[in-house]
């Protein structure tokens, strides 16, 4: 069990364990959007050459400009990954990490010590580390009360925000508060809303001297060429975003429905995914997974189980099935 509760998409694990009949697998343990951004035959790639800095500059502006922010204040990485794990290098401890949430939290500065997120008031001295909305449980924190929080904390205490899921629902994202005076960093993911995990995109956004600190940490060529023309091309798609936002709130809200229908309560309100509580979510991984769909059990959190979405009417009409097959 223990390989599925460290991170999600371990399909060939679960074809392992379940077994593999030749069927597809229904992959819902990432929480990425299944719809994926569609990369155009001919976008192209320079294969042989090393990437330029026009065209990394371009990546940033796109994905500034999609975030609402400066392009001085954003530096791209090759996946938030990488970037939180550098910030554990980069900014002053003592640490502090809100949970239950990533396990690369509770890692970054070598180790950090926990905060309960329920009722957590910001004031801790040092560095403190959340995700918003948060993963597994989909809590979200309004930028009115993040706000409040930045207000009460010292000048020297850092504030660091993964927002690997906030491009759904762009006004829960508090990028507009980042400022060369201000002790705040955010982290941004490329995979999960465009679809495209396997491209290892991410960006830092923060104070303009902190982020030439991790250009520097990062070297000449941060990302791909293959993840700049695909990270610009997407950013720039204006529409496919606006759509893409209407069909993941549509499908959250089509799989609430199913998983009460079933009998389970949803929570969260991060459309790529839904935690429910079940005294049996083990045995309920263990049922789904004969039916060869992998969702998310959690080692600490045993009650807990989290599912993305369903990639169309079939894979809801499975998932309905494995969960009703009691």
Not at 241 to 262: C, F, M, N, S, T
Request: charged share 20%; glycine share 12%; net charge negative.
């Amino acid at each position: 069990m223990s390989r599925f509760t460290w991170h999600g998409g371990g399909i060939e694990a679960a074809r392992a364990r379940f077994g593999d009949d030749g069927g597809t697998w229904i992959d819902m343990s990432t929480g990425i959007n299944p719809d994926a951004w569609p990369v155009p035959d001919d976008l192209a790639v320079d294969w042989q050459r090393l990437p330029g800095q026009a065209a990394l500059a371009a990546l940033e502006a796109a994905a500034a400009a999609h975030f609402g922010i400066d392009a001085a204040h954003v530096c791209a990485l090759p996946g938030s990954e990488v970037g939180l794990r550098l910030a554990g290098t980069i900014l002053p401890g003592p640490a502090w990490h809100l949970g239950p949430s990533y396990r690369t939290h509770g890692e970054m500065f070598g180790g950090s010590a926990p905060v309960a997120r329920a009722g957590w008031v910001g004031t801790d001295r040092g560095t403190v580390i959340l995700a918003n909305p948060n993963n597994p449980d989909g809590d979200i924190l309004p930028r009115e009360r993040l706000q409040a929080i930045m207000a009460r904390r010292e000048a020297q205490d850092w504030l660091v925000v993964d927002e690997a899921f906030a491009d759904p629902d762009p006004s829960v994202s508090v990028t507009g508060l980042v400022a060369d005076d201000r002790p705040l960093l955010i982290f941004r993911s490329f995979g999960k809303f465009f679809g495209l995990a396997g491209v290892r995109l991410g960006f830092v956004l923060g104070p303009r001297t902190v982020i030439e600190r991790f250009r520097k940490a990062l070297g000449a060529w941060p990302v791909s060429a293959a993840a700049i023309a695909i990270g610009t091309a997407a950013y720039r798609d204006s529409r496919w975003i606006a759509q893409a936002r209407e069909r993941l709130h549509a499908k959250a809200l089509a799989l609430d429905i199913l998983l009460r229908r079933v009998g389970h309560a949803p929570l969260g309100e991060c459309p790529l995914f839904r935690l429910i509580e079940t005294p049996d979510a083990a045995a309920l991984f263990e049922r789904l997974g004969r039916h060869a769909i992998l969702t998310r059990p959690f080692e600490q959190q045993t009650h807990w189980l989290r599912l993305g979405l369903p990639g169309g009417a079939e894979e809801f009409a499975r998932l309905e099935h494995a969960l009703a097959d009691g």
